[in-house]
């Protein structure tokens, strides 16, 4: 972990947050209390950041430093709304792409994906606001850059935010190894948002249901799945497929 990635200190806490700087996530002494703690509690609040309570122990095992029981990790990145990012791409005449990301908490496999995403023209990733990997020094690494050059949309419920991409005109597929329909049969090539979800337990149901399809990649080997950054590459690659055929058929 860059020692840049967090803060630690109440006040140098706050005057992160009062300065602006996004906050991926603030982590409190399970016990922390008093004038100082209060107003650090009020400012979260003012600024819609939920804190979440930890023993000493883990605050201990971040940073041996006088933490004053508050670390809050910054991100590497400036995020986007997706109520913001979704008119802007229709008003500029853009055939959007999205992905969205569901429970992908491993740094590397979320910066690779973003990897291959940012070279398939995808236009936003989306992801959670919690129980998701953070965009930190080691996300961008592993995404070769791409992260700084690719809007990340982080939403508070991921259900609302694919349930506006629907209303949005978005056809919504999900990549399972439950589903029956082969990934090549569906249609990538208008709005589409991509769903990926963790390895080991998959989509979340309530994300499911929302899906239009749900699609699986052929397996032939022993191992039932592949690694979730592969397996996005591969239904990426499949749009821009069906996309650059789609754009000669026009021509």
């Known amino acids: 972990m860059e020692a840049n990635d967090y803060i630690f200190g109440i006040r140098a806490v706050m005057e992160a947050i009062e300065s602006g700087r996004q906050i991926d996530k603030v982590l409190v002494r399970n016990d922390l209390n008093g004038q100082l703690a209060g107003e650090l509690f009020g400012l979260l609040r003012s600024r819609d950041i939920r804190p979440q309570r930890v023993p000493e122990q883990k605050l201990n095992r971040i940073t041996r430093k006088n933490h004053q029981g508050v670390i809050a990790f910054v991100s590497a990145v400036n995020y986007h709304s997706l109520r913001q990012v979704v008119p802007t791409l229709f008003e500029d005449g853009i055939l959007p792409m999205l992905v969205v990301l569901d429970g992908i908490t491993d740094v590397r496999n979320f910066g690779a994906i973003a990897r291959t995403a940012e070279c398939c023209g995808v236009n936003a990733i989306v992801i959670p606001e919690r129980g998701s990997a953070g965009v930190n020094a080691d996300a961008v690494k592993t995404s070769a850059g791409a992260l700084l050059h690719?809007?990340?949309?982080?939403?508070?419920?991921?259900?609302?935010?694919?349930?506006?991409?629907?209303?949005?005109?978005?056809?919504?597929?999900?990549?399972?190894?439950?589903?029956?329909?082969?990934?090549?049969?569906?249609?990538?090539?208008?709005?589409v948002a991509i769903v990926m979800g963790a390895e080991d337990v998959g989509i979340s149901p309530e994300i499911l249901r929302l899906c239009d399809n749900m699609v699986s990649i052929p397996m032939f080997g022993?191992?039932?799945?592949?690694?979730v950054s592969v397996a996005a590459g591969v239904m990426l690659y499949e749009a821009v497929r069906q996309r650059l055929e789609s754009d000669m058929e026009v021509i």
């Open 150 to 191: 690719l809007p990340v949309c982080r939403e508070r419920s991921l259900k609302e935010a694919v349930e506006y991409l629907k209303l949005s005109g978005y056809s919504i597929v999900a990549a399972s190894e439950k589903a029956d329909i082969n990934y090549t049969k569906a249609d990538f090539t208008g709005p």
């Open 222 to 227: 022993h191992i039932g799945s592949l690694n």
